[in-house]
């Protein structure tokens, strides 16, 4: 590296400006307190990067901006937002915890997908619900189960539900009702048994 060039500019009006200037490197970097603000900028060929820091504010603009710190706690006592114009990753190598004291809202415009190589639960302490204009949950290795105080599946238009083998039943009462017409049908042998059978 050559020679650079450090200069001090003091003004009762601009304040106070540090510049050193790398003329072989081709990067400029000036510090510059005008009462008001305290900027940080370094300028380079092609790239150029400021920090402005003022009584209520501190912004920075870079084109690659990395933390590399042992901890990191972020602390907002009001609305906060985190958004990226591509890409956004978030990753951890152990545990991963999302809580809200209040409403949890997931939501995408395209594909949005949840997967894990361990266990992915989702909890709610109250209500859960989940939407979508099609909806499917499948389970490709074993048993899907949905549990319930209460258990209430519906369609709007039709309802279906298929397998080898399927099996109803209820410990205390069953009851399989039409508004129309019921039809029962196997292409095998079907039964109808009970300790008091009735028809009609």
């Known amino acids: 590296m050559g020679t650079l060039v450090c200069t001090i500019e003091l003004d009762k009006q601009k ?14 970097q000036t510090v510059t307190m005008d009462g008001t603000s305290i900027t940080l900028k370094v300028a380079g060929q092609t790239d150029t990067s400021t920090v402005v820091q003022k009584a ?3 912004v920075v603009t870079v084109k690659d ?5 042992e901890t990191i706690t972020l602390l907002s006592s009001k609305t906060s937002d985190w958004k990226s114009q591509d890409t956004l990753t978030v990753e951890s190598t ?27 639960n989702v909890e709610a302490t109250q209500a859960l619900a989940m939407k979508g204009m099609t909806a499917s ?21 039709e309802a279906s539900m298929s397998g080898l083998n399927v099996k109803v ?8 009702e039409a508004q129309g017409m019921a ?3 196997a292409s095998g042998v079907t039964s109808v048994s009970g300790a008091l059978v009735k028809l009609g």
């Not at 545990?95 to 894990?116: I, P």
């Open 15 to 28: 304040g106070i400006t540090v510049t050193v200037d790398n003329a072989d490197g081709q990067i400029l």
């Open 137 to 157: 949950m499948q389970a490709t290795g074993g048993e899907a189960k949905v549990d319930g105080l209460t258990l209430k599946l519906s369609g709007t238009t």
């Open 94 to 120: 152990k545990d991963m915890t999302f809580t809200s004291q209040a409403k949890l809202t997931q939501s995408a415009m395209q594909d949005a997908s949840l997967s894990s190589s361990a266990k992915i």
């Open 65 to 69: 901006f990395k933390v590399d710190a």
């Open 56 to 58: 209520d504010s501190i």
């Open 183 to 185: 039809n029962l049908k």
């Open 169 to 176: 039943s209820g410990q205390a009462a069953l009851d399989l």
